[in-house]
């Protein structure tokens, strides 16, 4: 096999501070990781794929669900993960982007926060907080550039899951 790279990560074992689900869209790439840095997770467990929080609350079949449940058990399990951030963000593919809201942002964001609610819902396990953002995307208009919005999302009474 032939070394096109080298890089010595490091080797110690660690603790999480969040399991974060995102969306896999490259322009909310930087406002994620600068939202989790002021959140103070700076070694977040990171489950990125399309949709982000979607994935919990309108899955496109069950396998994607289950998929994404037990990558936050491993979480849990691996990394004594405690927290786990469910995120969302504005012109998301995945849900037909903006357009799909008729250009409307507070219309989609208001879907949104209903989605990560949602989420939260069938996430369940978690043995502490867990923590709804969407990110708005996209050009910076007069609103000040890209946004997280956060949200503290009551955890369901009945938990679905227990590791
Ligand atoms: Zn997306």
Request: hydrophobic fraction near 35%; aromatic fraction near 8%.
């Amino acid at each position: 096999m032939h070394k096109i790279f080298h890089f010595d990560s490091p080797p110690e074992p660690y603790v999480a501070d969040a399991a974060v689900l995102c969306c896999f869209d490259e322009r909310i790439r930087l406002a994620v990781n600068k939202f989790l840095r002021r959140q103070g997770i700076l070694r977040p467990d990171m489950i990125v794929v399309a949709g982000g929080a979607k994935t919990l609350a309108s899955p496109r079949n069950d396998f994607e669900r289950d998929f994404i449940l037990e990558q936050v058990r491993m979480s849990m399990r691996l990394h004594q993960t405690a927290r786990v951030f469910l995120m969302s963000h504005s012109d998301c593919a995945t849900y037909g982007g903006l357009e799909a809201f008729d250009g409307d942002r507070k219309r989609e964001a208001e879907h949104h926060q209903h989605e990560l609610q949602r989420a939260a819902y069938f996430k369940g396990s978690t043995p502490t907080s867990i923590i709804g953002g969407t990110i708005r995307s996209g050009p910076a208009h007069n609103e000040g550039g890209r946004r997280i919005s956060r949200s503290h999302i009551p955890r369901p009474s009945r938990p679905e899951y227990r590791t």
